[in-house]
């Protein structure tokens, strides 16, 4: 009986060290050790799966201070060490957001520092002659788009900008299995199919001046992600963005974790879901193709980019 | 001041009458009268577009007896009074659950003779040689399916058989917009893609026994079918049945109304959205063809149809 107990408490991987954490889609019951070690196998086996780098690739990390980038870049910088000829490199964007963006950026570079990986600060500020503070304070009051949609476009543009500038062949971002699915039923709820076609794991090059992107953190859960960094003891900003504003996602967000609480997996099976009938849906869209912005020369589906058109609207 | 308030309790469709019901997606405030007129067109309308009828359709309505299709068959009674040589009955499963279908049966009943509309009855226990009592009886402990899951196999197989065995043309069934959104959520969170590629508003006949399904309610809300029902003080069944057992299902059901009831018009947008990706998928998934049962040779995608596989089970 007592055995059965001890037994019961013991990690199902390793057999030796007592149960930290129970993985409830799979049944496995972790210890510490092996709980990290399963997030970095996690990763590895999502970046060889989705093919996201070449064994020389210059990696461009977009780190923003909070969990998930930073778990990511210290899991990246242990990976690539197999990886001679590959490089890495943080881009860190400040938005510009009193009392709250120095906090991150300061955490963001002392992780950089900690890991002896060389980083590039690119701020609204330089690149858009306004901070992040400014662009809201002067929106209209008739603007509906939210203040995340706003610095969504302008952060987006900022990275690509961020990672040309340093020579990177790709862009990491940190997004999670969560984000993945939130945005999946968002842009269903939004009736978005183009989008719905877009967001894969590693992006389509539409434009010579976009830089790839790829999300290894696409198949890991925000909750795992998030105990990695408090098990590997890294430091990261946990305080909300003041402008966080996404009422509808932040209602999905409650739902699905509803859903997984209740149905193990869910969030899991969304993902595969589309990730099988995107190819379908990104052919039904490609006729969206990609010119240069006339005012800025990047990217834009029409005549100004959508960042360009913001300032327009703003200034 | 006074006018005013008079003023905003009009409907605003005739402005004659007093508010009965505010329709949040669209902004309406309507009165009785004007509420069930618009229903009423809608689902004209819904017939229309997706030309669900032609003008000499012998046209099978499934009747359980609850709000949904007891509604639909009131309406389709009065809009078919223009269409003299198409004609309409209806048709009525006795699953065999006691203490609970007889009523429903008995309701079914009565609202066909009040609208003068012929019916045929067809049993479990006739066609399947076991009630649904009995079915669900004899399952083993180790069956996943629900009991949901096993009724509505051996319902659809009876309603086809029915249909054929009246001449019908076409069948109706009455699923809401509910039905079908949450249907959609269903399947992309059970990964079924096959699934999600059919359930259009009329199927797909993919074998000459079986007949063409139409929804003309898949555009109406489950709320605005159960006050018609109310308005129009119509008769039917609101006790819920014993077996109703799909967790799931209640858990997207909630949580689609709570999105609905913060972002009006959400599952309008879910419905559109898959509407227009359905073909795709369709294309995507259309090797799926028909055989014969070999059991009783009705439609079945592999030796057995479901139905058969699912008796052999139990007997």
Chains 1, 2 share one sequence.
Do not use: W
């Amino acid at each position: 009986m007592v055995k059965e107990l001890i037994k019961n408490n013991l990690c199902s991987a390793c057999n030796l060290r007592s149960v930290f954490f129970a993985r409830s889609y799979s049944g496995e019951k972790l210890c510490k050790n092996c709980f990290s070690d399963s997030i970095e196998s996690k990763v590895k086996k999502t970046i060889s799966k989705y093919k996201m780098f070449k064994f020389d690739d210059k990696i461009a990390v977009a780190v923003s201070g909070g969990k998930d980038s930073v778990s990511l870049l210290h899991i990246l910088s242990k990976t690539q060490k197999n990886q001679p000829r590959s490089s890495l490199i943080a881009i860190i964007i400040d938005e510009g957001i009193q009392n709250y963006r120095e906090e991150a950026l300061e955490i963001a570079v002392s992780n950089c520092n900690k890991l002896k990986i060389d980083y590039k600060i690119v701020s609204f500020k330089n690149l858009y002659g306004l901070t992040l503070d400014e662009i809201i304070s002067r929106r209209g009051e008739n603007e509906k788009k939210s203040s995340c949609a706003f610095c969504g476009v302008f952060r987006r543009k900022a990275i690509n900008y961020a990672a040309r500038l340093v020579n990177a062949d790709k862009i990491v971002t940190a997004h999670t299995l969560d984000d993945e699915v939130q945005t999946i039923l968002l842009n269903i709820f939004h009736g978005d199919i183009t989008r719905l076609s877009k967001g894969s794991p590693i992006s389509e090059i539409v434009h010579p001046c976009f830089i790839q992107k790829v999300k290894p953190f696409c198949e890991i859960l925000e909750r795992e992600s998030a105990l990695y960094a408090y098990v590997k003891n890294i430091k990261f900003q946990d305080t909300p963005c003041p402008y966080s504003s996404e009422a509808l996602r932040n209602d999905v967000r409650s739902m699905l974790n509803y859903m997984e609480e209740k149905h193990a997996g869910t969030k899991f099976t969304v993902f595969q879901t589309i990730k099988k009938i995107r190819p379908v849906l990104y052919q039904l869209n490609k006729k969206n193709s990609f010119g240069d912005c006339s005012n800025c020369g990047e990217p834009a589906s029409l005549g100004l980019c959508k960042a360009c058109e913001m300032l327009n609207r703003i200034k």
